[in-house]
Every structure is written in C-alpha cells, then in structure tokens.
C-alpha cells in the first residue's frame, strides 16, 4: 500500500530540492579568472589592488556574478586556461596562438578593441652610456641579447627582429638586475611598470634609462576559454559589454587619476 506524504513534508522537500538547485546554480556562476603574478603597474599589483582587479570588482557588480581572481605565473595562467582550469584569463593581448584555445572579443574578422580592458605598450630599458638603439624598425647592436618576461607577447616580437631573447625569468626586477650585471643588453618591459620602478629606485635611475620611443603598443583583453564560451557564450558577451561600460565610466577614471 502507497504511503502518501504530509503536505508539510512535501512542501519541505520541495524546498530542499530548490536550495540544492540554488546552491550548484551559485557555485556553476562563479566565474574563475587567472591573471599574472607579478607587479604590472598600474593594472596588477601584489600589495593592493591594480586597476584591472577594481575594473573586475565593478563588472562582478553589473553582472551579478562572483568572480574569482587567481595570481599565478602568466605561462602557467595561460596553460591553466588551455586546460579549462579557469574560465578566463586577465590582460591578455593577441596572438594567434593563442586564439586557438582561447576566444577574444570579435568583430566579423577581427578583434574588437573597444571591449579592451586596457591599452598598453612596451619599452627598451638600457644602461646609460650604452650604445643600443631602437627606431622603431631596427635595433643595434644585432647581436644584443635583450631580457624580457617568460611567456609575454614581446618576446615573439624581439625574435621576429632576430635578437636574441632572455626569458627565463617572469619578474621585471629580475631582468633589470641581468642588465645592471650584464647580462643582457637591453629589457623589454611594459613602459608602465618600467617607470614605475625606476621613479621608485633613484640607483636604479642613476644607471638605467629608457629609449623614447615604444617598442610597440598594443590592447589587451579578457580572454576566455573555448570551451566555457561554447557553454556561456552570451554571458561572455555580457561580460565584454560590461567591460566596455565600466572603463569608459567616470567611476573607473576617477580610480584612473589616483595612479597618476
């Protein structure tokens, strides 16, 4: 014989089931970012929040929808969302090698700048008296070894010119010190975090100097992996909108102008 249940006891199972479905649809949002580990003023930094983690914390606002931000070395971020071990990953710039396992924000056949996160560009450091030059189409001398950050995008650029690059080392401070020994002949670094270092460091002004015109400047994105955007495709999108929104509003500039 079939024992029927309370109306009580159906009303709280019933309630249960809608708290479990609550409670995966809250962790299945939870949105899991990579973003690299080392200082790059003004956008990342270790001892308070950069410009690209307060650029999130708004989106995170506008979307209603936890994110979760992971510092860890950019090759490996970069290999984590290759894996799907992250859904996104923060300040990335094109290259098409990594548009096969990650998507950028598109327009019909190319990428669209105007969901950027931000605009940036890379600068040579050299010792003052040293000898190297860049132009903006050829560096001297050809034979210079130049250092530059593990698994950045300026490392392929150096190598299209046919110098030889150090990348072993992820950290700026690390690569200014190989220049100080001797190491290499020149860095490539974001020209902002370049600065930053060497208006902080006045020995370090004494003996480096930055050439004037940028290596290149180029945007950079919140990139997602292909996988999650095959599943979540529109809230992606929503989030590249929100980006857009949230950089161009008087909000943000105002965090803008107290790093200047």
């Not at 940028?214 to 809230?235: D, H, N, R, V, W």
Request: hydrophobic residues 40%; positive net charge; charged residues 30%.
């Amino acid at each position: 014989m079939m024992t029927k249940t309370p109306h009580s006891g159906r009303a709280l199972l019933l309630l249960c089931s809608l708290l479990a479905l609550l409670s995966i649809e809250a962790t299945a949002t939870e949105l899991k970012f990579c973003t690299e580990s080392e200082d790059s003023y003004p956008w990342i930094l270790k001892n308070r929040k950069g410009l690209s983690i307060i650029l999130l914390e708004m989106v995170e606002k506008r979307i209603s929808q936890k994110i979760l931000i992971d510092a860890i070395p950019w090759k490996r971020c970069l290999q984590e969302l290759k894996a799907g071990h992250y859904d996104g990953a923060v300040n990335a710039s094109f290259k098409t090698d990594r548009a096969e396992f990650a998507v950028y924000p598109m327009t019909v056949d190319k990428v669209d700048i105007s969901k950027r996160m931000l605009i940036d560009s890379y600068s040579l450091y050299r010792l003052k008296g040293s000898k190297v030059e860049w132009d903006g189409k050829v560096f001297k001398p050809d034979d210079a070894i130049v250092g530059a950050q593990t698994g950045f995008s300026v490392v392929d650029q150096l190598k299209s010119l046919n110098l030889k690059v150090d990348d072993s080392s992820g950290s700026t401070e690390i690569n200014l010190k190989k220049l100080l020994l001797g190491r290499v002949t020149a860095v490539a670094l974001p020209t902002l975090q370049g600065d930053n270092l060497l208006n902080k460091d006045t020995e370090l002004q004494k003996k480096i100097e930055k050439i004037a015109l940028p290596l290149i400047e180029k945007p950079y994105y919140l990139i997602f992996s292909k996988p999650f955007f095959a599943q979540e495709g529109t809230l992606v999108k929503k989030i590249w909108d929100s980006i857009e929104l949230t950089r161009e509003s008087a909000e943000y500039k105002k965090q803008m102008d107290l790093f200047k």
